[in-house]
């Protein structure tokens, strides 16, 4: 009645016949004004609720990518939720039964949806102006960020339980710097990796503002630390700024945060105020944990709180055992055996891991009786908490098939702690050594190779590496490695010495012995080495390494004197100018390596290293080949990428090689060229015809329009297992990269700045796997060439790129796919408006593309016309697009009536969709 009563008396002021129409007006709006009202407020929301929805996709993105978010947005967004929820309270109104008859709440509601309708129209006009700039140009710093390996939920109990009093004792205010220690691959780092995952897991109640992981390792590098620290925080160091400079830069900047720093795997005192961390006790926002095998380290570290962490109970023993030996411990013969095996690991995670992984699969009880049997014969060889480790480790080396086997995983221990080795070096070494048979070709060596270091994962000996293509070693089992490799008690008796990455300025000429078998000083800073051939007796040493010594800059004549045995001699990443004349006296050296000597510009005649199986000279300043290389008729491998200053290759060297099977000269300032093109004293593509064991091959090649190579070419690359070949104007060379290692070896075609108007490249593409075409004239023509005289598709080719080029359309199409095969396509600064102008004129069907990359094609407005040719790419996989100004989709459709059934889904198998900077796309 009060509703009614403010209606009427609004109205009592009329008179007469206007009287009943004002009632009856008023009346009216209240009765139909909410319901014409309420649709108009629910088209307009729906509007709104699609821009908060594209502000909210941009604000994930940029999230993902780091950038920190304006207030703005996250403000509007929050706006528009608490309207949408006052919204929807005015829908579930209209929705009750009594709505029609219920004027209050229709009076009600008729107030209310104008004052709706005009804060819609203000969100609208803000989210407008916010699309595109919800977020600032630089990064945010992560509170937390990911550490790969395996999760808590796949993990003992035991783990769990650590885990939660750690962080029980980091959410007390009291415990500023925690330590967690036990013996070596007892699991700290697992523990502290899991607290790291936790923290993220838990980021939105986190305490703190950043997490700081660091690998601090045996060797402390202060420097290093420091390094890996600033990048966490995105802080560029000034390294001119000297030691105390980096350690107050550090010092401000995480007097800003609210830190945790893990340092994992501490093995001395770490000086918080020589490496710029602010103390606990005087930043209340700061804490530490760090994992040590030392409780003295916690201790001098002057610890709040030490945890130490115990060996695994029987139950979880036995769970992980059974995890890595698998089924065959289910077996009723070999379970109590077993089981006897697990208990003498006593609870040790490495021991057990690496015990179990040795006998997975073995069936007969016969193999697991003799094991058990030698694990309890074992005896211990170091004194202290780690000689129980050392002794399983050792049992798993002594299982390993063969001595050659035993013998590469010992050579693994010559490189620095925390290293990742090279998977095709270590090959090049161990076939240097004799530990792969050198009668086989190198792809059959390469092979071999990898058997041997898969078999040492397998053992949990070796494990990946930080980057692909390479291994390493964990810390613990490198320690056993140099304990087995130094000690008598390795079979053959020969020993190792290893003092790489110890930070070494001079060697001591005491430690030289002739029971040393292998020899690393890899990674010091070495600054003179023993002159003196009376002290230096290595006669016995096959290996000596004395890579990445930057200081080095002389090689005394009388140093390798004292080492007539070797087989393995790595100087490179040295100052080293000359090398001395007693190199020739080494008559077994088979692998010698001088990479990134960029000061060595002349060697001595080679002609008495007879054996020599690898030779490389790359980043060298060397101007010609060694004297005596044509006498090296074992050498294997000629390495001379990026020989900058190589002006001339005399003919009739290379071509005596009858043994090389591997000739990198990519990124060389030699370029090749055919005969007729060059003098008679240099050499030509020609001569390598005569090289029949050569399996690989990078060289940059003098563009030739005509035929006049087309025959050798592919003569020659037709027994290849890969080559990289750079064709290339005339004093111009390019840049290939590194050969690729076998398996994965290609037949790549680069062809840089070239005119191909003026020749037909249809027999390069019937040879390759991979064509490159970069700033080159004449691309049409080339493409309308290959469509008109090709007689059959390129089957090979897998990878075709192109760069800084145009193509125009209107040419007659090919009429069947040119590249069946092809798996990546990728487009640099392309001008096109779709790569559909390129796929119809070759025919391309895209049924077995994996990738595409496309990367500033600024004329391009949509990826691809989907239609009667085209309606899926069965097997893309990868979708990234860059720097595409125009572009406004990526897929869109011919008209109906040119398809003949509904589209099937585009790209059943995509993984990753990348988009950057593409300012005005609107559809997928």
């Known amino acids: 009645m009060e509703v009614v009563s403010s209606i009427v008396s609004g109205a009592v002021v009329e008179t007469g016949p206007p009287l009943c129409g004002s009632i009856y007006s008023t009346i009216k709006k209240i009765v139909k004004g909410p319901v014409q009202q309420l649709g108009v407020l629910e088209k307009k929301m729906k509007s709104l609720m699609d821009l908060r929805d594209d502000v909210a996709k941009e604000m994930e993105f940029a999230k993902r990518e780091g950038k920190v978010i304006k207030s703005q947005a996250t403000v509007w967004v929050g706006e528009v939720e608490e309207l949408k929820r006052q919204c929807d309270q005015i829908q579930e109104a209209k929705s009750s039964r009594c709505f029609l008859s219920c004027i209050t709440k229709r009076y009600r509601i008729s107030r209310e949806v104008p004052e709706h309708l005009k804060q819609i129209e203000r969100l609208l006009e803000v989210g407008s102006s916010l699309a595109g700039s919800v977020a600032f140009n630089y990064s945010e710093v992560k509170a937390v960020e990911q550490i790969p390996g395996p999760s808590i939920k796949d993990q003992t109990a035991s783990v769990s339980e650590d885990l939660d009093k750690v962080m029980t004792l980091l959410s007390e205010d009291k415990n500023r710097i925690i330590g967690i220690w036990g013996m070596g691959g007892i699991g700290k780092t697992n523990l502290v990796r899991n607290l790291n995952n936790k923290l993220l897991e838990n980021n939105s109640n986190l305490r703190f503002s950043c997490v700081l992981w660091v690998t601090v390792s045996k060797n402390l590098d202060i420097k290093g630390v420091q390094m890996r620290i600033a990048s966490r925080l995105l802080l560029n160091l000034e390294e001119s700024s000297g030691a105390d400079g980096m350690a107050t830069q550090l010092h401000q900047r995480l007097k800003e945060e609210r830190f945790l720093l893990i340092l994992d795997d501490a093995w001395e005192k770490i000086d918080l105020d020589i490496l710029g961390v602010p103390r606990p006790e005087d930043h209340s926002g700061g804490k530490i944990i760090l994992t040590s095998r030392s409780l003295d380290v916690c201790r001098n570290m002057l610890t709040d709180v030490e945890v130490k962490m115990s060996v695994l109970r029987d139950k979880d023993a036995w769970q992980l055992f059974s995890r890595y ?81 035993k013998t590469c995983f010992l050579y693994c221990s010559l490189f620095p702690e925390d290293f990742s080795i090279k998977i095709d070096e270590l090959v090049l070494y161990w076939l240097a050594e004799g530990l792969i048979n050198d009668e086989e070709k190198y792809e059959d060596c390469y092979s071999r190779g990898i058997s041997l270091i898969e078999n040492l994962k397998d053992a949990c000996l070796l494990e990946d590496g930080s980057y692909e293509g390479t291994v390493k070693m964990h810390d613990v089992v490198r320690d056993v490695s140099i ?10 008796g020969s020993k190792s010495l290893v003092r790489s990455g110890k930070g070494l300025k001079e060697i001591s000429a005491a430690e030289l012995s002739n029971s040393l078998k292998r020899v690393s000083f890899m990674d010091n800073d070495l600054e003179r080495l023993p002159d003196d051939e009376s002290v230096i007796q290595c006669s016995e040493a096959s290996t000596l390494l004395l890579q990445n010594n930057p200081r080095l800059d002389l090689i005394p004549e009388r140093f390798l004197k004292g080492f007539e045995a070797l087989r393995v001699l790595n100087i490179s990443w040295t100052s080293i100018k000359s090398l001395p004349v007693s190199l020739l006296q080494l008559d077994d050296l088979r692998a010698l390596l001088l990479n990134n000597c960029e000061y060595l510009e002349e060697l001595p005649p080679l002609e008495r290293l007879s054996r020599l199986q690898v030779l490389d000279l790359s980043c060298t300043g060397i101007r010609e080949l060694p004297r005596g290389l044509e ?51 240099e050499v030509c593509i020609e001569e390598l015809q005569c090289l029949e064991r050569l399996q690989f091959l990078a060289i940059c090649l003098e563009w030739v329009p005509s035929h006049s190579c087309q025959d050798t070419i592919i003569s020659l690359t037709n027994r290849l297992k890969g080559f990289q070949i750079a064709i290339v104007r005339p004093y111009h060379p390019y840049f290939i990269g590194k050969l690729y290692a076998p398996p994965n070896a290609e037949r790549c075609i680069i062809m840089n700045e070239i005119d191909l108007s003026g020749g037909q490249i249809g027999w390069w593409l019937s040879i390759a796997s991979y064509l490159d075409i970069i700033s080159c004239r004449g691309l049409n023509e080339m493409l309308q060439d290959l469509v008109i005289n090709s007689v059959g598709s390129f089957t090979y080719l897998k990878r075709f ?124």
């Not at 094991?371 to 050392?390: D, F, I, T, W």
């Not at 304990?483 to 053959?492: N, P, R």
């Not at 800084?804 to 396509?825: H, I, K, V, W």
């Open 325 to 405: 030996a698998r089924d065959v411990v289910s077996s009723d013969q070999i379970k109590p055996l077993a089981e006897a095996i697990c208990r003498e690991c006593e609870g040790l995670p490495l021991a057990i891991i690496t015990v179990a992984a040795a006998m997975r699969g073995k069936t007969n009880p016969e193999v697991w009786k003799h094991a058990l049997n030698q694990l309890r014969r074992s005896e211990p060889c170091a004194a202290g908490v780690e000689e129980k480790v050392y002794k399983h480790l050792k049992w798993s080396y002594d299982s390993l098939a063969g001595k050659d086997l």
């Open 483 to 492: 304990w087995i490799a130094s000690s008598t008690c390795i079979e053959d």
């Open 631 to 681: 006498q090296l008729s074992n050498l294997r491998h000629l390495i001379l990428r990026r020989t900058d200053e190589m002006k001339a290759v005399k003919g009739g060297v290379i071509s005596k090689l009858s043994s090389l099977e591997v000739l990198d000269m990519s990124d060389s300032n030699y370029i090749w060229k055919v005969k007729g093109g060059v003098n008679e004293e």
């Open 801 to 924: 790129e192109i760069w800084d080029s145009s193509f125009q359309t209107g040419r007659c199409a090919a009429q069947y796919d040119l590249l069946p095969n092809l798996e990546q396509l990728i487009l640099i600064r392309m001008s096109v408006e779709s790569i559909s102008e390129l796929v119809n004129h070759l025919g391309l069907r895209l049924q077995r593309l994996k990738s595409i990359f496309l990367i500033g094609c600024s004329e391009m407005k949509y990826l691809l016309s989907l239609g009667n040719s085209i309606r899926t790419m069965p097997n893309l996989e990868v979708i990234d697009v860059s720097y595409c100004s125009n572009l406004e989709e990526l897929f869109n459709y011919l008209p109906l009536y040119e398809i003949n059934m509904a589209p099937d889904p585009i790209t059943p198998k995509l993984q990753k969709l990348i988009l950057r900077n593409l300012p005005i796309l609107r559809n997928l």
